[in-house]
């Protein structure tokens, strides 16, 4: 994120940025889809 | 989702557990002693679910309302004193006058990491103690940290780092 037409548009809207890169976000998807399974169920204990 | 790859993410979206001024309770300490009234609107989105974590391990004394039928009602009801907290996006709260004036501030954060505008505000895991309840607590906040996400189909971008339609590696 270093286009500055962008970042001045992103300023102009008042858009929040604190990015990070495709593989940061991956891991951060990969460690939800390998939550143990005793984690699981008491997350799901909490919505009933 | 095996199909897709991330972009990446533009901003985390952390929500924050906003409290009124003049509550019966207004710190983390004092929430473990004296209950207060929370606002929500569906038991399936953060203004349930982020109390809900807090109550069962956190032993915060929630009294839970879910009768809200939107999340614009939820700060008028704040305003008004029928509640005296509500969860949501701080994004969507931090330019709200009653914020920007202090009659209502953030008092836990949701996420995994602090927001770089709330570096004092605690993160739910960070006031429980139950093991189990700060694995929860990482899990439900762990969208949050996804965030402001792109996907493309992996035919497009494969994880070999090739920039999307032509843009020039250096603006990524």
Redesign the interface.
Known sequence: ???PE?LRQAAET?????????????A??N??LA??P???K??IA??K | MQEFSYIGSFANVNAVFMIREGAPATTVEELKRTPINVGCNTPVGVSYINPAIMKKFGELEFNIICGYPGTANLPIALARGEIDMVTGAWTAWKNNSEVTSAEVRPIIQSGLARHKELPDVPLMQEVICDPVGKNVAELMSAGSAVGRARLLLRAEFPPSGLPPFGMPSTNL
Not at chain 1, 14 to 22: H, I, Q, T
Request: charged share 25%.
């Open positions: 994120m270093k286009d962008f008042f858009a929040e940025l604190d990015p990070k890169s495709g593989l940061e976000t991956e951060i998807s460690a939800i939550t143990p005793d984690v699981i008491s997350a909490i919505s």
